[in-house]
């Protein structure tokens, strides 16, 4: 099938309907469309316009935050925040978390460094997972193929893997380095690793771990600069990041016939939120969660005219550094 063939066949697709984490994981970065200017497009228009908030799935943008056993505020698609109940533990500062389905899954944590929580969006309740093979904190999280992944850290280079139904964490490959505050993306089978802190100094490497063949490999390609702490949100193919610098980096994945291929975009200099901030894509502009033993506080960035914006929002009921910010496509 060549390129007009498939352009033809998405240009009667009501894109607006499919599912939006089907459409990341499976059709963006397949074969067919990394290539195919035109179909790319169609899918970010649509995308752009819908906000991801209609349609069968909402996006929900979740802070991560510590006080005790608060460890989560919910950003909700129309602007307003709603507190989420209280976890059964407390696993102590610098969690990490990822997203699979419904459900948010938090690992280790300065308190309790093997410890899993698992929130369920929908019902709202909390329950405690299996414990972690080994210590975890500091560290980054991903999900691909329904499965979620806890990854190195200050005190461990592994990457542990559990599925959804999982009674237990495993260990299925090794950093071979210690990597802190580093940032984490899914390109369908592969989990990139960039930046963070890696043997005292800020690091532009990025790993690429196959969950398919669990294999790890350093890419040719580097981030245009050195982090210390990496945070990211990520759009069909592009990739937005800051660190703790206040470097904006936007940054383009492929992966074309199982070869990841990085094009840096645009890097440009905002202001610094040290370490404790998270970033979340919004209509063009990228939104800056942020906060240090404080509110959370909202600040915008405008992608397109490269400067900061005013924004409106609810203050945030909850006090506590804010390590992250994590997007949950909420089916209705």
């Known amino acids: 099938m060549d390129a007009y063939d498939v352009t033809r066949i998405f240009e009667v697709i009501r894109i607006d309907l499919v599912d939006p984490q089907f459409l990341i994981e499976n059709v963006v970065f397949s ?3 990394c290539g195919n200017k035109s179909v790319q497009q169609m899918i970010k228009n649509v995308r752009r316009s819908e906000d991801l908030t209609t349609g069968c799935a909402s996006r929900y943008v979740f802070e991560l935050h510590h006080n005790k056993t608060s460890l989560l505020s919910c950003f909700t698609p129309e602007g307003t925040r709603e507190d989420v109940p209280p976890a059964p533990v407390d696993p102590g500062y610098c969690y990490s978390a990822a997203s699979l389905g419904n459900k948010i899954y938090i690992t280790g944590g300065g308190s309790r460094r093997k410890c899993t929580l698992v929130y369920d969006v929908c019902r709202r309740q909390w329950e405690t997972g299996p414990e972690l093979e080994e210590e975890h904190y500091y560290h980054c999280m991903a999900t691909a193929n ?6 190195g850290g200050k005190y461990s280079n592994t990457i542990e893997e ?6 237990r964490w495993q260990v299925v490959g090794d950093l071979k380095q210690k990597r802190e505050f580093a940032f984490a993306a899914t390109v369908k089978h592969n989990i990139l690793v960039m930046g963070g802190r890696s043997r005292g100094s800020g690091s532009d490497v990025i790993q690429c771990f196959s969950t398919a063949t669990r294999c790890l490999s350093n890419l040719s390609a580097r981030l245009p600069c050195h982090s210390m702490c990496l945070r990211g949100s ?8 800051l660190d703790n610098d206040g470097n904006v980096m936007h940054v383009q994945v492929t992966d074309s016939d199982g070869e990841i291929k990085i094009q840096v975009m645009s890097t440009t ?6 370490y404790w901030f998270g970033v979340s894509w919004q209509n063009g502009s990228l939104l800056f969660f942020s906060g240090f033993d404080t ?8 992608l397109g005219e490269g400067k900061e914006e005013n924004i409106t929002v609810p203050q ?3 006090i506590g550094r804010v390590y992250d910010v994590l997007p949950v ?3 209705a």
């Open 162 to 167: 559990m599925s959804e139904s999982g009674t």
């Open 316 to 318: 945030s009921t909850r």
């Open 269 to 274: 200099k905002w202001r610094s939120f040290k």
């Open 31 to 33: 074969e067919l469309i």
């Open 146 to 151: 329904s499965k979620v992944y806890a990854i």
């Open 234 to 241: 990520v759009h069909l193919l592009d990739l937005y990041l």
């Open 329 to 331: 496509y909420h089916k």
């Open 295 to 302: 509110n959370c506080v909202i600040t915008k960035y405008n």
